[in-house]
C-alpha cells in the first residue's frame, strides 16, 4: 500500500467564512462543496476539509499549560508566514527555532493550528 496523500479536518461553525479565511491567509481554492462540509486545496496540492459543527468543537487539545496543536502545515519560510499573518491580523503563538522553525495561530474558530519549516537539511 502507498499513501499518495493526506488531508486535515477542521471543525469551523461557519463554513463559507472558513474557507474565505483560509483561502486569503493560505491559499486555499473550495473544490468540493456539500452542505455539512467544504474541500479545499492549494496550488501544491495540500488539502482541508472544512466540516461545520454545532456545538463549537476545536481541533486542539487543550493541556493544563495551554493549546496543543495537532494539526499542522509545512511551509518553506515559517518566518514569512508568520510575519504575514501577524501583519493581517491573525492571532498567533510565540515563534520557535528547535527542529526547524515553528508557531501557532489561531483561526477564525479557535483552532490552534501550528506552521513548520524544517530544518535546512530536512526539504
Not at 71 to 98: H, M, P, R
Not at 114 to 120: A, C, H, M, R
Request: aromatic share 14%; hydrophobic share 40%; with cysteine.
Amino acid at each position: 500500500m502507498e499513501l499518495k496523500s493526506a488531508y486535515l479536518g477542521i471543525p469551523v461553525s461557519d463554513l463559507q467564512a472558513a474557507a474565505e479565511w483560509y483561502g486569503k491567509h493560505f491559499g486555499f481554492k473550495v473544490v468540493t462543496e456539500d452542505p455539512i462540509f467544504l474541500e479545499l486545496i492549494t496550488k501544491s496540492g495540500v488539502r482541508i476539509c472544512l466540516t461545520q459543527h454545532e456545538p463549537k468543537v476545536n481541533s486542539h487539545i487543550n493541556l493544563p499549560s495551554g493549546p496543543f496543536p495537532v494539526q499542522g502545515f509545512i511551509v518553506s519560510d515559517a518566518e514569512l508566514v508568520y510575519q504575514g499573518l501577524k501583519n493581517n491580523g491573525v492571532q498567533v503563538g510565540e515563534f520557535f527555532d528547535y527542529q526547524g522553525k515553528s508557531f501557532s495561530f489561531y483561526d477564525l474558530d479557535g483552532n490552534f493550528i501550528e506552521v513548520w519549516s524544517l530544518p535546512d537539511g530536512n526539504k
